[in-house]
């Protein structure tokens, strides 16, 4: 079955160390999306990225950085310049001209 | 600024009982979801609505572009209904999604 696999589901960190989540999907979907949730807030876009080799920055990029050099992958790197790294993060993908997305199941980020 | 609002924020209910989830945004959209969130996390899409009613088992939506609502209801609901329940936009000419912050709903047996 298509679908997107984020991994670790939980993962831990020192803080001032730099950590990569992993996204990756089998939908050849061209637009894919990070997304961080807080308690309490809604989910809030990082970067996306519409086509092989080019992303965007979303509402809260700063302390990220992304590559897309497949079609199919869309790692987050969340680097030491993030202030508040702890959160829960969400990959999606979407088919070019189609509204509706695909979500992952999340990573767990605990920087300690 | 373009906002998305929830009600109600946190929803306990009996099982069997008739559930209503309420979402309004401000301006003209071109795709609006409802989105479920299990507590381990991971989100599944239940439907994308532009305009009028969908129906999938127990679970309805509807949404008016006038007055820029959508609903979702449960039917016969059921402690595995119990959930985060997510309302999302697209606005037109913008390539982000717009989250509300969700409603917290408990089904108790």
């Known amino acids: 079955d298509g679908g997107i696999t984020q991994s670790p589901k939980y993962l831990f960190r020192k803080e001032g160390q730099n950590v990569t989540l992993s996204c990756e999907q089998n939908l050849n979907h061209d637009a894919m999306y990070w997304y961080r949730q807080d308690p309490g807030q809604g989910l809030r876009l990082i970067y996306y990225?519409?086509?092989?080799?080019?992303?965007q920055k979303g509402d809260i990029a700063e302390g990220y950085s992304v590559s897309r050099e497949k079609k199919e992958s869309f790692p987050l790197t969340v680097t030491s310049a993030q202030k508040n790294p702890t959160a829960f993060y969400l990959c999606?993908?979407?088919?070019?001209?189609?509204?509706?997305?695909?979500f992952g199941s999340g990573t767990r980020l605990t920087v300690v | 600024k373009n906002e998305v609002e929830q009600s109600p924020q946190n929803l306990t209910a009996q099982e069997g009982e008739f559930i209503t989830i309420n979402c309004s945004y401000s301006?003209?959209?071109?795709?609006l979801h409802w989105l479920q969130q299990h507590p381990g996390g991971g989100i599944v899409s239940l439907f994308m609505?532009?305009?009028g009613k969908k129906k999938h088992g127990r679970l309805i939506a509807t949404i008016n572009i006038q007055e820029k609502h959508s609903s979702l209801h449960i039917t016969a609901s059921h402690p595995r209904d119990s959930a985060v329940y997510i309302c999302a936009v697209r606005y037109f000419g913008n390539e982000k999604l717009t989250f509300g912050t969700g409603t917290r709903l408990t089904i108790i047996p």
């Open positions: 301006v003209g959209i071109s795709a």
């Open positions: 999606a993908s979407r088919a070019d001209r189609v509204y509706g997305y695909t």
């Open positions: 990225s519409q086509i092989v080799n080019d992303f």
């Open positions: 609505l532009s305009s």
